[in-house]
């Protein structure tokens, strides 16, 4: 109900709407009516109301709401939306609704997480209010060896919204990083249960730096770190944002079912940062230096070493330094 | 200290121990080692107790507790034991345990199962008190994508182990089923949670069908499956059986940390009854015959057709019947 409120509101931005109006459309009391603004006023709407001419919606919050996804988001593709003001980590809670059956399209989001994690059980520093804390369960038909094409796929998405939406130079530094001017505004973290030969579920995580100062990050990434706004000067409204998240996803990863992994490497290779950068590589070996030359079929990162050898680095504990 | 008084009646099975020794030695009041031995003798131990001799074990249940599988249990690998009496699967309670942290060598045991779970979503009919349905949490330090190998682990483990226990001349059928005579004795369910590049945890599943009688079986498997106590006339105990698979269990997967899959895959052809036979392979795609003439270091099944090519079958929606 109060979803329609809003709903009429954001259709009448430009003018007054009467509370006799909407009691009329909605087909509710007027009393009720009045209790759904004074709702929308507490989550941050700032709505006018005079007297002899009704409502009207003068700014909105920049928070994440069930409603206001619901009425911007096209298609089927987000069929179960769960949002949070605090949670301990969008993955973990994703993974559990994932584990009790919840259907691929469900997303979870976070205001802020408190344990939000990165790669390799690191930690995701999640702040309330300035980020995109999501995660997608998604129930592909692949083998658990090809999950980590999941990870490119959501790398695509976010480096291509983020292009769309702001105009900003956006990169993907391989394989799943995306960079602007040479620092992370988003990491991605894919995590699948499985069995030997097919996969339960897979959760894409993504944690994308938005509306973030520069104090907002620690001393240690400060230097590797950054928002959009720090790389716009302009604030985002987070909702549009994860509107063009979700609505590419649901296109890239509809294309990638249809068309395969090439198409998504075909993508990944116009939004790269990568390729043709001399590269420093680290892995638990060794370290080396090298020409990004390409990626192959399968993902891996393919380093043409001084001596002219090509090497192939696979997605796993390795990363690889611009050399500058 | 119920696990106490078991441990001394378990040792003087030959003769009698008064209840004013056993309290001596662990060192409780007499009307304690009374209560004790009455809760034993209601699990189904049968004690005799004669007025000025003491108590004596005549004989043991055939059911699985935490307090005799410490005693049995040498070494530290098997360190969390969970047996109930009556669970959905034994897998979906050990991924939660391992979900909540649980280190590797947590097992969980049921004497029945009311939703055994086997590959690809099947059910595993696992009624009360003729099988062995046991999960164990596993952390190797591999890539998600050698998960595979845990399989073969498996299989070897439960192979060897009824072959030492019973004498049957048990075998593998490629990738993990253990079969005695062509029939089908123990079933095996890897599963997996994994980042892209790093293993959360692993679960590995077994059914091993022990005291089984033909009326057990539903129609449509009666054909395929069989027990051990089919297979050999004998009933066995599943305390001591158990005892034996985690005891190689702890061996056999250290040694694979220690040397790799390639020891895995010799124990693995040293037991298999699938190579050398003619098979009927059939996937999704096609079906075709040919002779099983070896596994590549992957642990995919080479088949040579007749026409003289060897094609690589990899564990998968796969299946393989012998031909007679």
Redesign the interface.
Known sequence: MKKSVLKLLLEHQHAYISGEEISRIIGVSRTAVWKHINALKKEGYVIDSVHSQGYRLLSKPDIITTEELQINLLGDFICDIHIYEELSSTNEVA?KFA?EGAPEGTIVFADKQTKGRG???RLWDSKAGIGIWLSLVLRPSI???Q??QL?FVSAVVVCQAVRDFTGLEAGIKWPNDVMIKGKKICGI??????????I?YCVAGIGLNVNHQLGDFSTDIVDKATSLMLASGTPYRRLELLVSILTLYDRIYREYREKGFSYILEQWKKLNCTLGHEVKVISQEEVYFGTAIDIDADGQLMVKIPEGEVRYVI???VSIRYVQ
């Open positions: 993974k584990a790669r390799m059980g083998m658990p060896a999950a980590a990870t973290l894919t995590e699948l249960s499985a069995e030997i030969d097919r339960n997605v796993g504990d």
